[in-house]
């Protein structure tokens, strides 16, 4: 009888001690400790959205984080000038969460993120610019917004990009991938006036087009693998 | 026994794929139809709002009381903007300029200048009218021409687009009917879309509108701050090899890959992950960009803005002042612009891009300058004093001087530019330098990047 009670008593303090540091687990708040290869619950989760914000894919939100979450952790270092190792420290989350704040009017009130065309204009550039030189990524979102500025063409970033047989990547569904953080970058340059395309209004894959249409446009440079033209 | 057990399964296997198929066969059937629906939801709200653009057009020539002119006016800029999305939205072969679409935004563009124009107290030319006019007589024959393609979907099932030639025709064994829309003749349409082609065709032959608005033109038709006389390939590589010697690479070998064809014709060239283009009018570098990989940063903001304006000094680029910045990570992305005699001249800007690893060069684009700069003469103004008594009460001015605007249209203004408060948002005003009229309002927004104009 008295082993059995003892027993008991321990069964309790083990389960109370694991609910304590378990829900301490679940209500960390993302910056509270260093997060690495193996870590797990809801302060991966807000990293790993978090990444996936800024253009940095890591497979599937689950709060684990993986060998995916390390890799786009280390591309995010990488290209905001951390330090590269992998884990996500106080630096780290800080200039994470820093870039996924919304934006603010003067007196500091919240006014949402203000980039609901640039986030659209960077899938367009991902779904048909994956894998070009960046300055040809930027050449391509501002090929849409020279549409915009043309007579000939629809007035906003939506009607432009959804436009019946304007884009190959929207009719094999391309367009809905998340956006990589390059094409993020190269939409954010070109809404804030970088034109490296020369004020094209297409742009074609001259080894990949037989378009009679497309060929027929005057041509005005070409980067990486794109034609641009007039 | 065994066979019977086999004979069992097979009918079992033929039934499950058979009510899969049809499975599949009905829920293709609700898409197509979904599809269906929304483009005769796009051809049907294009038919009407054209109807109301022409309708609204006609009473705007005809209204003379300058609120029923304003009216009618705004009715049509808005109408052609509805007209023009729904447009947008029909099946199409085929993606290209469209002349609907400019005819559209012309129309529309052009009311709302004259409306905004009678609501400030101005009046209509008679040459205005006249374009005016000329645009519902335009519009009359498309608004019919696109009732009759809807009259048609009824009476001779007009698909949406041209189907693609049969194995007959690809043959050469029937006739060709697709390529008869394109060129414009007037052979009957077999499509929606054929149908839209030959408008557009009909309207290309028109000729353009003329008024000066921001969609009349686009871009400047040949840059105005290049430097004088031709350079060869040689002396562009000369050029190239200058500059990246300025800014880090000594004894660099750029490689020649190309020419630009544009009004701001270039040289291209490549240096290890660099891409440089050199104008061949004047050799002026007018982009360049490192994709070199950035290492971990040593350096703020701050220390980059000195490096910028340190590199802006060697380069040659004294007469530009840094305006503004935004963080990209590992770099920062400065503009500079134009100012002479305490005037800032927006639309000459130079963007420069500095590297927070070791504050390298890493961007620059002078195409901005290039195509815009040239010397400016500033009509007589109003005193600082008279302008800030145009603004409007408890707008709380934080900083103010003058500046040249660039206004859509390829055209600029003289203006005061204001920066100040008012209820607890922050904003750029500009009043027009010589008259005091607002020109232009910019509220200022706080993003993670930096300051954000919209």
């Known amino acids: ?230 | 026994m065994r066979r019977k057990l086999w004979i069992g399964a097979i009918t079992l296997a033929l039934l499950i794929s058979l009510g899969w198929g049809w499975n599949e066969y009905r829920l293709a059937g609700e898409y197509r139809l979904a599809g269906e629906n929304n483009n005769r939801r796009a051809l049907n709200d294009f038919a009407s709002h054209l109807d109301q653009l022409e309708t609204d057009l006609a009473k705007g020539n005809v209204a003379s009381n300058p609120a029923q002119k304003i009216l009618y006016l705004s009715q049509v800029s808005s109408k052609s903007e509805a007209a023009l999305k729904d447009f947008a939205q029909i099946p199409a072969q085929q993606t290209g300029l469209s002349y609907v679409g400019q005819f559209l935004t012309q129309s529309g563009e052009f009311a709302r200048i004259l409306a905004q124009r009678v609501a400030g107290g101005g009046t209509i030319t008679s040459e205005e009218e006249t374009t005016l006019r000329d645009m519902h007589e335009r519009l009359m024959p498309v608004n019919q021409q696109v009732q009759d393609l809807i009259l048609r979907m009824d009476t001779e099932k007009l698909v949406w687009t041209d189907p693609d030639p049969s194995w007959r025709q690809r043959l050469g064994l029937g006739t060709q009917v697709a390529e008869a829309a394109a060129d414009g003749s007037e052979a009957p349409s077999k499509s929606v879309s054929s149908g839209l082609d030959q408008l557009d065709a009909s309207l290309q032959k028109l000729p353009p509108f003329s008024y000066t608005g921001e969609y009349a033109t686009r871009v400047v038709a040949k840059p105005l701050g290049l430097p004088a006389g031709e350079v060869t390939k040689d002396q562009a590589l000369e050029k190239a090899r200058d500059f990246l010697s300025k800014i880090g690479y000594g004894d660099a070998t750029p490689e020649f890959s190309g020419e630009s064809q544009t009004e701001l014709a270039c040289y291209i060239f490549n240096y290890k992950e660099s891409y440089l283009e050199v104008s061949r009018q004047g050799g002026a570098i007018v982009l360049y960009r490192d994709q070199r990989a950035i290492e971990p940063k040593t350096l703020r903001v701050e220390d980059a803005s000195n490096k910028a304006k340190a590199i802006l000094q060697a380069l040659d680029w004294q007469q530009v002042a840094i305006t503004s910045s935004e963080e990209f990570g590992s770099y920062v992305q400065f503009d500079a612009v134009y100012e002479k005699n305490g005037v800032r001249i927006y639309p000459d800007k130079v963007r420069l891009m500095i590297a927070l690893d070791n504050g390298q060069l890493v961007g620059f684009d002078a195409t901005p300058y290039y195509a815009f700069h040239h010397e400016r003469t500033f009509p007589a103004k109003l005193t600082m004093e008279q302008a800030v008594r145009k603004l409007r009460p408890n707008f709380q001015v934080l900083e103010s001087r003058l500046a040249v605007i660039p206004k859509s249209g390829n055209k600029e203004v003289y203006s005061y530019e204001f920066r100040g408060r008012y209820q607890g948002e922050e904003y750029l005003i500009y009043l027009n330098a010589t008259n005091g009229a607002e020109e232009k309002i910019q509220r200022i927004i706080k993003t993670p990047r930096g300051e954000y104009l919209k």
């Open chain 1, 1 to 230: 009888m008295k082993v059995h009670i003892r027993h008991w008593r321990m069964v309790i303090t083990i389960g109370l001690l694991l609910s304590i540091t378990l829900s301490g687990f679940a209500y960390a708040a993302l910056g509270d400790r260093l997060l690495g290869r193996g870590s797990k619950g809801s302060e991966v989760t807000e990293l790993q959205k978090k990444l996936v914000q800024l253009g940095y894919a890591v497979g599937t939100v689950d709060g684990k984080y993986g060998s995916k979450t390390e890799a786009a952790i280390r591309r995010f270092q990488k290209e905001h000038g951390l330090r590269v190792d992998g884990l996500a420290g106080t630096q780290t989350i800080k200039e994470l969460k820093r870039l996924t704040g919304q934006s603010t009017n003067a007196s500091g009130k919240a006014v949402g993120y203000k980039n609901i065309d640039t986030n659209l204009l960077a899938r367009a550039v991902n779904a048909e610019a994956r894998g070009e030189p960046y300055i040809g990524q930027v050449a391509v979102a501002a090929v849409i917004l020279n549409r915009i500025a043309d007579p000939a063409f629809p007035k906003t970033v939506a009607d432009i990009v959804y436009q019946p047989r304007a884009f190959s990547s929207v009719d094999d569904g391309q367009i809905n991938l998340p956006p990589s953080a390059s094409a993020m970058r190269a939409a954010q340059e070109a809404v804030t006036g970088s034109d490296p395309s020369g004020g094209a209004l297409f742009f074609f894959n001259p080894a990949k087009t037989s378009n009679k249409y497309i060929w027929s446009r005057p041509q005005i440079k070409q980067i990486g693998n794109h034609m641009f033209t007039k």
